[in-house]
């Protein structure tokens, strides 16, 4: 089942490692790109040409961005009570100690950064997937007021997927039956 | 350098797995225990018989919990300009839609479910110890 991961990044070169890396890990992956804060908050608030624009399940976010930067980016989604639930992980070639203290103010879900070797960013990339993607249970995409059949009217998308995300609840309360525990 | 790390759990049999399963992942991790949600707050706050306890690099919260619920606990930590900062994972067996949704509302950091398998349960440790404790930065500990 598709998950949707919107990518907020300037850089064309990382934009390219990124979606490589999620091809090669999980090819269910629909990976939408904001390359600037200004487009980042179009997407997220469906404005625009991102009217039929999907809600990220995950949103990688760079903190230097043009036009709006990275911590104010994070800011608005925070202080906004519908994208706040969205997990927000900062993705950035800052070290800069007060960058990531900065960042966990404005609660952002976790903060990493950007290896400068190709090998090692391809196994950063494996790692959000199978940390952020595969373990973490993350909000139910509540599609809200997107029909259905506007979803997944991009280049990129087939009816076929717009089912399988339709199934997702479904699947996660089945899921949740059989984990029942005694005592909990 | 040792890694500070609260669990926040009443139930002794989860506590004592992820003891263990610390204990395998990564040594050097130091795990403190709080069996219910006041003495979390009071630990986090280094209160009463917590006055020399170290501020946690991360925090593994359970939601039901004694005294103090978990999502209280939550709600708590993320009020607080100090404290906020602290990375806190929701670690619970339940996966109810409502609480995963109430502990983003709340600003959890991320949200896992306990697996019932005792070898799945050792492979999540080792997960949060491989992304939260060696991929993910931390802010310094003040």
């Not at chain 1, 103010?105 to 960013?121: D, G, I, R, T, V």
């Amino acid at each position: 089942m598709p998950l949707e991961v919107l990518v907020v990044e300037d850089s064309s070169g990382d934009i390219r490692l990124t979606r490589e890396a999620f091809r090669d890990v999980n090819p269910f992956i629909h990976l939408e790109v904001a390359h600037d804060g200004v487009e980042a908050m179009a997407f997220l608030r469906r404005q625009g040409a991102h009217l039929h624009a999907p809600r990220p399940d995950l949103i990688l976010l760079d903190l230097n961005l043009p036009k709006m930067d990275g911590r104010q980016v994070l800011a608005m989604i925070k202080d906004d009570d519908s994208l706040k639930t969205i997990p927000t992980v900062i993705l950035t070639s800052s070290e800069a100690e007060a960058d990531v203290l900065k960042s966990y103010q404005l609660q952002a879900n976790c903060y990493l950064s950007k290896p400068m070797h190709f090998e090692a960013f391809h196994g950063l990339v494996k790692s959000i997937n199978d940390f952020w993607l595969t373990k973490v249970k993350l909000p139910q995409n509540e599609q809200g007021d997107a029909p259905e059949l506007s979803i997944h009217t991009g280049p990129e998308r087939s009816p076929k997927k717009s089912l399988g995300t339709k199934s997702l609840g479904t699947r996660r309360n089945n899921e949740s039956d059989r984990r029942k525990r005694n005592g909990h | 350098m040792a890694i500070e790390v609260l669990l926040v759990e009443d139930n002794p049999g989860d506590v004592r797995l992820t003891q263990e399963a610390f204990l395998d992942a990564n040594p050097s991790v130091h795990l403190h225990i709080a069996s219910d949600g006041v003495e979390a707050m009071a630990f986090l706050r280094r209160e009463g018989s917590h006055t020399k306890d170290p501020r946690p690099d991360l925090i593994l919260l359970d939601l039901n919990l004694p005294k103090m619920d978990g999502r209280e606990v939550l709600a708590q930590i993320k009020k607080d300009e100090s404290l906020k900062t602290i990375p806190t994972v929701i670690l619970t067996t339940s996966d109810a839609e409502g609480d995963i949704a109430k502990s983003y509302q709340l600003q959890a950091n991320c949200y896992l479910t306990k697996p019932v398998q005792l070898n799945a349960f050792e492979a999540l440790v080792k997960s949060i110890n491989d992304f939260w404790l060696t991929k993910a930065r931390l802010p310094q500990s003040r």
